[in-house]
């Protein structure tokens, strides 16, 4: 059994990536691991500054949201990021949480396991590339964890489309319960 955090990036209502992520947590919850599953709907993110003091206090400046789901990625064993492709990369709101994960670079973080789960209008294989590669690049710097799966779920556009898309549902379960 693991510890699984779950993130959704997507600020919208009626998210597809979100809608999908519940699909995942319950097949996740399924396979007996335990789940907790966040959303940045909401939650206060301020960018990077890049002091990097972190880098000697494992603590941010920045006293926000990012604090404490800082806390969370880091006592997880594996991560799900959920995110809307925005123009072929993850979204701002994704990219701006990587970077401020920054503490945890010289910590004892726990995870081991990262994975994407990508929702996009667009169905070519090329669509999720860029974002994929971005997370590939932060997790290349988290050296005792790797890039353990990638979900993209294309042809999904409209607020809620998720919903009707019972076959993307069904993957997003399997995709969930077959996390380590
Ligand atoms: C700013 C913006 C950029 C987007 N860029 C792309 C893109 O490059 N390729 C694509 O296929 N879809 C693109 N989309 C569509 C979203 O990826 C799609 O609607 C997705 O289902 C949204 O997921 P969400 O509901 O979880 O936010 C874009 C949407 C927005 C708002």
């Not at 806390?71 to 995110?83: N, P, W």
Request: aromatic share 8%; charged share 25%.
């Amino acid at each position: 059994m693991s510890r699984i955090l779950v993130i959704s990036t997507s600020l919208r209502a009626k998210s597809n990536s979100d809608i999908l992520a519940e699909h995942l947590v319950r097949g996740a919850q399924d396979a007996g691991h335990e789940v907790d599953h966040i959303s940045l709907k909401g939650k206060n993110l301020k960018f990077c500054t890049g002091c990097l003091s972190c880098q000697e206090t494992q603590e941010c400046i920045l006293k926000d949201d990012a604090v404490w789901i800082a806390e969370k990625v880091k006592s997880a064993d594996s991560l799900v990021f959920a995110t809307p492709i925005y123009y072929y990369e993850m979204s701002g709101q994704m990219k701006t949480l990587l970077d401020r994960l920054n503490p945890l670079f010289p910590s004892d973080y726990r995870f081991r396991n990262v994975y994407m789960l990508a929702t996009a209008a667009e169905t070519g294989d090329n669509v999720p590339e860029k974002a994929v590669s971005g997370l590939q690049g932060w997790v290349d710097c988290f050296e005792k964890a790797e890039l353990a799966g990638i979900l993209f779920c294309g042809g999904i556009s409209d607020p809620g489309e998720a919903s009707g898309k019972v076959s993307a549902q069904e993957e997003a379960y399997q995709f969930g319960n077959d996390l380590k």
